[in-house]
């Protein structure tokens, strides 16, 4: 036999398919990527993950035209064990994506295995220790991202040894060493992020000017000192540097107002002198941000050469002197906020002509002359705020034909005339707040529909309040004090259901108080001292369950002082120089109240505490009467009414016999869980000795159905005289939801039991009842939960809002459709034995028609202090309402205080922001009863967290699913110690979009600013 010639082996080896090469490649993988499935625990999130399919149609996973496994997408997985080696065993893994998840451990080196990594993303999980020093070993790495973590140490050198490496991000860790100067040799490096974290004060390297290719500088909070280095001019690609929140000091170099590419500045919470450059005309910005520094000079002049500037933002600093007349003619200028500065002299006139400006906020300087008369030209305004200056003159009549303005705030001038009509009734006009000027006219009868904030005290208003007031249905603020109203206090008046702050005194105002007030639920403060009205007061104004603040006093008013004010819990009451008589309810007999009967000369005391008379001194002349009659008359008395009760007994029993037995027919029992009781059960126990609550749409008992001592909860929806279309539908929304969903953190709707005239819902009884009684029961009379004198910990707040957290993230993320409850508060919070949180009271919640998809509400839904803002200028309301009024009840929950005590009148909400706004330590806000405890950390980054929620965009704010990430993180389940930072939850976004401020205007859509305006100078 001949020997096969050896060209021919090679040519055989050369004709094997190379599909066959391709698809051994593919097995192989396969098995690799199935086997970490496994070491992972198999999470359900990879269920796709399967042998019948090829892994490059699994959607974590990214191939080669050849079907190459390339990269390994496993971000938000819900991972919570080490990762595996085997993931290097795909050889061609260049991109790798871990984050958020809770992966623990240390900095996994193994990776160094995988040869060809470019892309390697671990930020938002649980990593601790040191960055390892040998990191250079990842020598193919263009990106890496290990924010939000737990590293700790210095930053190690060997990260100037990457030389491909474009992105390096390394914020809110733990580092608490140095970042090294070897950074400057990373040549190609376009984003920088060290922010957030507790280095040893350092200066910023003069050798960072030298990283040519930068893009992005982010070291906001990272222990920065010293100077801004005048290198820093050089970085000629530098698009957004963010130094904000540090310990800087001196000049703002001139060099950076030269760098073309540079949008975003944030300068602000340093140590910042000197005032502004006056080299700014080379600069092409579209953005210029330099807030809350400390800031003196003037604005040059040269501003008005940038003749591409869209936003100019030089709020809350000390800049004084004139306004450059240049700024009127900026072609492109959108965004003009200057307020809180020392600024002088008139407005530019000329500003708004020649752009479409969108907002106008020059409030808190010294500003003279008038308001500019184009400011609408371009027919985009969205917002005057200029109150607090010295401006005069008559409002321009343009502003009344501006269709666009959501607010108008020019109180604290010196304006006068009447108001142009336009703006009274501007269709998307939320805040028209007038005080403190000398405007002249009538209130209409007609204004905007959506307006919430009406104040118009002490100007030269005329008139009668127009009947026509019934149509104010959004108003939750009136304030019109001291003005020249006169007439009677309109019925129409009593109507508005969202009514929080009504002040008139200070008026003309005549005739009687309207009697018919019961639609005033939320009213907190009512004001009407210092008129002409008489009468009596009607008893119900003693009904009014959240009224704080009451004062009538110098009127003419007369009659008894209501016994059911009583039922008040008043925390401050005048009623001085009027004519009342009669005895005044023993409640209010304490120095509490020493002033507040003064001048009211027929008033007495039973037992007085104040400067009153005795009412049974005053009357003991005029009721003496023989002691033997007296006896005569009580014997007579007495035994008329045993024999009437006697007959009367016999009558009555075989009566109640017959409807009792009736009443038991009429009653239908639909069950939605297992029970064992009856309607009888329930319905005998339906007393007032079992009441433990009520609210605007029933009654709550708490009724024992069985020996054991078993109870449940009972609302009474509504009966025959209280029946109407609102009921029903809040009675059909919360049977609906409840009856068919099943969660642990979600109240147990039991059963339902209806007749023709009355529907009661039966809960699972909730121990300790609801949160707020726990948070503020020291400030309230009487409570049936009796935790009064009881304070909840630091742990269990944090149980509570993580509990109340998973609630709503079930019913946000994990119902299909979502659902949408509409009244979370600390009040719809109930608490059981152990202190879970139960979420409750689902008469408001909606079921939303397609995920993710807006759904358009008939009416505003919510309680004070916890409705969200987009309520004021939009129908359309997504699952982020319930973010909002949550981030409330988190702010609670660290600072003890209730939603809508605020200072001014303003909502906990804005309180909280103010705070933030005003550098304030974040724990000066804290509850004093929590304020000494070990807990700091965790409670910083809640109230931080209370703060995202709360923000003024819905697009701005969490989901409910982040929320509860981050509360875990702060739970001993998890063991984690987070250092909370002033943003804690900055890093929640997780990509380079959030990376350099909370908010960007850039970042947001015209109508996304448009609608923050309206809070952003409140």
Avoid at 99 to 110: M, V
Avoid at 333 to 345: E, H, K, P, Q, W
Avoid at 980 to 988: M, R
Wanted: with cysteine; hydrophobic share 40%; charged share 20%.
């Amino acid at each position: 036999m001949s020997k096969f010639p050896l060209h021919f082996f090679f040519l055989f080896l050369i004709s094997i398919p190379s599909k066959v090469i391709s698809q051994t490649t593919t097995n192989t993988e396969q098995s690799t990527l199935l086997s970490i499935k496994q070491q992972l625990g198999n999470p359900p999130s990879l269920q796709s993950w399967n042998s019948s399919s090829p892994p490059c149609t699994w959607p974590e996973i990214n191939c080669t035209d050849d079907g190459t496994v390339t990269g390994l997408l496993l971000r938000d997985k819900n991972i919570t064990v080490p990762i595996p080696s085997t993931i290097c065993d795909l050889k061609n893994l260049s991109y790798l994506d871990l984050a958020y998840n809770y992966i623990p451990g240390q900095f996994p080196k193994f990776l160094y295995s995988c040869s060809n990594l470019e892309s390697l993303d671990l930020s938002q999980n649980y990593f601790v220790g040191p960055v390892p020093d040998d990191i250079d070993n990842l020598s193919n790495l263009k990106y890496i991202d290990l924010g939000a973590n737990n590293f700790s140490g210095a930053i190690p050198a060997a990260v100037g040894n990457l030389p491909k490496l474009q992105t390096l991000f390394l914020y809110q860790n733990q580092f608490n060493g140095t970042f090294p100067k070897e950074i400057i040799n990373l040549s190609n490096l376009e984003q920088l992020g060290l922010a957030f974290n507790g280095f040893v004060p350092s200066t910023i390297p003069v050798e960072f000017g030298n990283l040519r290719n930068l893009k992005l500088l982010w070291m906001r909070d990272a222990n920065l000192v010293g100077n801004i280095p005048e290198s820093l001019s050089n970085l000629s690609s530098l698009v957004e540097l963010d130094l904000a929140v540090n310990k800087l000091e001196g000049k703002i170099p001139d060099g950076l107002f030269l760098l073309k590419n540079l949008t975003n500045l944030y300068l602000f919470h340093n140590q910042l002198s000197g005032g502004l450059s006056q080299k700014v005309e080379a600069l092409d910005l579209a953005e210029i941000d330099i807030a809350i520094n400390n800031l003196t000079g003037s604005i040059p002049e040269d501003f008005g050469k940038l003749q591409n500037l869209k936003v100019l933002h030089l709020y809350m600093n000390q800049l004084s002197g004139e306004l450059p007349r240049s700024l009127g003619l900026l072609p492109e200028l959108s965004s003009f906020r200057i307020f809180t500065n020392n600024l002088s002299g008139v407005l530019p006139p000329e500003i708004g002509l020649h752009s479409k400006l969108v907002s106008f906020e020059v409030s808190t300087n010294r500003f003279s002359g008038q308001l500019p008369e184009n400011l609408c030209f371009g027919g985009k305004l969205i917002g005057v705020v200029a109150y607090t200056n010295n401006l005069t003159g008559q409002v321009p009549q343009s502003l009344g034909s501006c269709a666009t303005l959501i607010t108008v705030q020019l109180y604290n001038n010196r304006f006068f005339g009447q108001i142009p009509s336009g703006i009274w009734t501007a269709i998307n006009m939320t805040y028209l707040m007038l005080s403190n000027n000398s405007f002249s006219g009538q209130i209409p009868s007609s204004l905007a529909r959506n307006l919430t904030r009406l104040e118009l005290s002490n100007n030269k208003f005329s008139g009668s309040i127009p009947t026509g007031s019934s149509s104010w249905v959004n108003l939750v603020i009136f304030e019109a004090s001291n003005n020249l109203l006169s007439g009677e206090i309109p019925v129409e008046l009593t109507s508005l259901s969202f009514l929080n702050n009504l002040l008139l005194d200070g008026n003309q105002l005549s005739g009687q108080l309207p009697s018919r007030i019961i639609s005033w639920k939320t009213l907190n403060t009512l004001d009407l001292a210092r008129n002409d009205l008489s009468g009596q007061i009607p008893a119900a104004m003693g009904s009014l369950p959240n009224l704080l603040y009451l004062d009538l006093s110098q009127n003419h008013l007369s009659g008894k002082i209501p016994s059911e004010f009583a039922n008040l819990n008043l925390v401050s009451l005048d009623l001085s120089s009027n004519q009342f008589s009669g005895q005044i309810p023993e409640k209010y007999d304490n120095l509490a109240y020493e002033n507040s009967f003064l001048n009211n000369s027929n008033l007495c005391a039973v037992n007085p505490v104040l400067d009153l008379p005795n009412c049974y001194t005053r009357t003991r002349n005029s009721d003496k009467l023989s002691s033997k009659v007296l006896a005569l008359i009580l014997v007579l008395t007495i035994t008329v009414f045993i024999v009437a009760v006697s007959l009367t007994m016999l009558a009555v029993r075989d009566y109640l016999r017959k409807k009792q037995k009736h009443e038991l027919e009429t009653w239908k029992l639909t069950s939605f869980q297992r029970v064992d009781f009856t309607q009888a059960n329930v319905l005998a126990s339906l007393t007032e000795n079992n009441l433990i609550g009520s609210g605007g749409s029933g009654k709550v008992y708490r009724i024992p159905v069985n020996r054991a001592g078993e109870s449940v909860a009972v609302k009474r929806i509504w009966n025959n005289r209280m029946f109407d279309t609102k009921h029903e539908k809040e009675f059909l929304a919360e049977v609906e939801i409840l009856g068919a969903i099943r969660h642990a953190n979600i109240v147990k709707l039991l059963c339902c039991v209806s007749s023709e005239d009355s529907k009661l819902l039966v809960y699972e009884y909730m121990e300790n009842q609801s949160l707020d009684r726990w948070l503020y029961g020291k400030k309230r009379i009487s409570s049936a939960a009796g935790p009064n004198s009881v304070v909840l910990d630091w742990p269990r707040r944090l149980q509570i809002a993580i509990g109340a957290a998973q609630g709503l993230c079930y019913m946000h993320h994990d119902c299909s459709p979502p659902i949408i409850h509409r009244d979370v508060k600390s009040s719809n919070i109930l608490l059981d034995s152990e202190f879970t949180a139960r979420i409750a009271d689902f008469g408001l919640a909606k079921i939303v028609t397609k995920e993710g998809e807006a759904r358009t509400m008939s009416a505003v839904a919510g309680s004070y202090g916890y409705i969200a803002p987009e309520y004021a200028y939009t129908v359309k309301v997504n699952e982020k309402i319930d973010v909002y009024s949550f981030g409330v009840v988190l702010l609670e929950l660290v600072t003890g205080r209730e939603p809508n005590s605020g200072d001014e009148n303003s909502s906990l909400a804005e309180w909280a922001w103010k705070q933030n706004a005003d550098g304030k330590p974040i724990v000066d806000c804290f509850d004093e009863e929590i304020k000494k405890t070990c807990y700091l950390e965790e409670m910083t980054g809640v109230f931080n967290l209370g703060l995202f929620c709360t923000s003024q965009l819905p697009n701005q704010r969490p989901s409910m699913k982040d929320v509860l990430q981050v509360l875990r993180r702060y739970s001993p389940k998890f063991k984690k110690d987070r250092i909370a930072s002033e943003f804690d939850v900055a890093p929640l976004l997780g990509t380079a979009t959030y990376l350099s401020s909370y908010r960007r205007s850039k970042r947001v859509s015209d109508a996304d600013y448009e609608s923050d305006l309206v809070f952003s100078s409140v």
